[in-house]
């Protein structure tokens, strides 16, 4: 069986850098944001499309549509996005060792017995920090607004996975280690996790 | 400053046996129920009454006592142990490095910026197996009615910590690593510690 590591994150806690770094040390393949393209060839929707809905929860005010006597339900975009990243998650998963950040992919993968990662940063300030270095092009002015931003980023991926995976996010519970990026920085952060898989070799 | 290293701990997860480990390992003193002794001279209070109420929250139906027209509180048995135990811990954290398990300690001892870990299983039969092997004394039958002992000391941790850290037990960003030791077993644990501790220096 292919090694499997999954990567669940705090917006702005530096997860997609832990990621692609370890993917590098260990010759892994890597999947975030370069799963839209595979995902955009299977279900033919739009990049555009898929990376709006990908970690998306679905809408309380879509609308539902009945039929005559029997019950008919529309499927919704993040639906319709969650169905095909899956399958293309779950095939590439078969290709070889990889990692998968975001997605639910822990939930998505689980019979592949991933190694389950959550990485977070206890001070605010780090991810504050991290977010105006990387979107230095948004007119987000006052660290109360990125503040605001990063909480609500949050909060739309709590409810993408507690929707998908019925888990909650964030519960230790769910992963088999978390690290604080705020604590040890990103390659700090990776030397922790391959300490962490020589253990189970 | 000395290092202090705090470790709060699901019941079962193997929590005391890493902080002993790791405490010889490193050469570091190492405090649980070993607290104990020392807060009893402290105290004047009995062992027996420690131990009862050292990882106790507030009772909701304690008796609050009113005086004449002034509001009068009784102190309960939990806020007299964790008095004394807070000042035991704050003494012994200046002596040198050390090892403090449970008892709010990463709250309580703050200002020395200690390294805080949460250890935790995933796998609730892990949990249960260290338990039977570890109170194979007592009368517990089934795996049922461990389990329930056991959800029950979390609780009680959890309502402990919440009352006197104000902050949510568990919650990851209380700690700056946090590990599964059904996954790592207690000895994988303690290297992935020391791996930490290694990206700090």
């Excluded at 990049?47 to 339900?73: C, D, M, Q």
């Excluded at 998650?89 to 389950?116: Q, T, W």
Aim: proline residues 1%.
């Amino acid at each position: 069986m292919n090694k499997i590591i999954t990567i669940s994150r705090q917006f702005g806690s530096g997860g997609r850098e832990v990621g692609k770094r370890l993917a590098d040390k260990l010759n892994y393949a890597y999947y975030d944001k370069e799963l839209i393209n595979a995902v955009a060839k299977e279900s033919h929707l739009s990049e555009e499309y898929i990376e709006k809905y990908s970690e998306a929860a679905l809408s309380r005010s879509f609308p539902l549509v009945f039929g005559n006597s029997f019950y008919s339900y529309s499927i919704q975009p993040s639906e319709q996005v969650q169905i095909a990243q899956s399958k293309v998650m779950l095939e590439l998963a078969h290709k070889g060792d990889s990692i998968f950040v975001g997605r639910c992919a822990d939930y998505v993968l689980s019979e592949s017995n991933p190694f389950k990662i959550f990485i977070y940063a206890s001070n605010m300030d780090f991810r504050i920090e991290r977010c105006y270095r990387r979107v230095s092009e948004e007119k987000i002015k006052s660290e109360k607004e990125m503040k605001k931003k990063i909480l609500k980023i949050d909060k739309q991926r709590a409810a993408y996975y507690e929707f998908y995976a019925d888990k909650k996010w964030s519960a230790v519970g769910n992963y088999n280690l978390c690290i604080d990026t705020s604590k040890f920085g990103v390659k700090g952060t990776v030397d922790i996790i391959i300490a962490a898989l020589n253990t189970c070799n």
